[in-house]
């Protein structure tokens, strides 16, 4: 009997993007470290990098760029399967402009940030939009009580320190719709800050 060649199709199975990985794996992953800058106090922001290791040994990194004065999460990163000098490297370059990167407890992390996230949108502010797959990287189930001992705002009030990138006009308008004019802080970019 001859035998016939049978093609055999093979069906190869598209592989995850990092986007869907995160969404769908992120939040069961291990936490490897979280930082935050030293300074947060003295410059108005704070930069908090959460670090997941892979199976694989390699890391998942978010970034999380935190205007705890008044707009809350401005920006947020996501990078992935970083080698450990990789990670390293994002690290120094994250914190460059810092002189203190340290350690954070991963509960005081998240405490940060939702907090910041719901206080900016107490005034009317979103969570900046790639915050839809970064927080997959959190686990809201960490968030403690601690979370109401965190100041945000300066004296109780919101503190807009405007950066290079804000719509100043946008902002300001947003704040005198929900806390009305005088009851919020304004400062021009370049302007000298005292903590």
């Known amino acids: 009997m001859a035998r016939k060649n049978v093609k055999m199709k093979v069906v190869k199975r598209p592989q995850m993007s990092p986007e869907r990985y995160i969404v769908q794996k992120g939040r069961s992953l291990g936490f490897y470290e979280c930082l935050i800058n030293g ?37 947020t990163y996501l990078r992935f399967n970083f080698s450990k000098q990789e990670y390293e ?8 402009d810092t002189n203190e990167i340290m350690r954070c407890d991963t ?17 009317g502010f979103n969570p900046n939009e790639k915050f839809r797959v970064t927080e997959y990287l ?25 950066g290079e990138n804000d719509n100043a006009t946008r902002i300001i308008n947003k704040l005198n719709e929900t806390v009305g004019k005088g009851n919020y802080h304004y400062m021009r970019s370049g302007e000298d800050m005292e903590m």
Request: aromatic share 12%; with cysteine.
């Open 138 to 162: 959190l686990d809201p189930d960490l968030i403690s009580d601690d979370i109401d001992k965190i100041e945000f705002g300066k004296n109780g009030k919101p503190l807009f320190i405007q």
């Open 39 to 75: 300074d947060m106090r003295d410059v108005g922001l704070a930069v908090i990098v959460i670090s997941k290791q892979m199976p694989s040994g390699n890391f998942i990194i978010g970034l999380y760029l935190i205007d705890f004065l008044c707009l809350g999460l401005k920006n």
């Open 107 to 123: 509960i005081y992390a998240h405490d940060f940030i939702y907090g910041a996230i719901d206080y900016a949108k107490s005034l």
């Open 89 to 96: 490297e994002f690290v120094e370059m994250a914190y460059k």
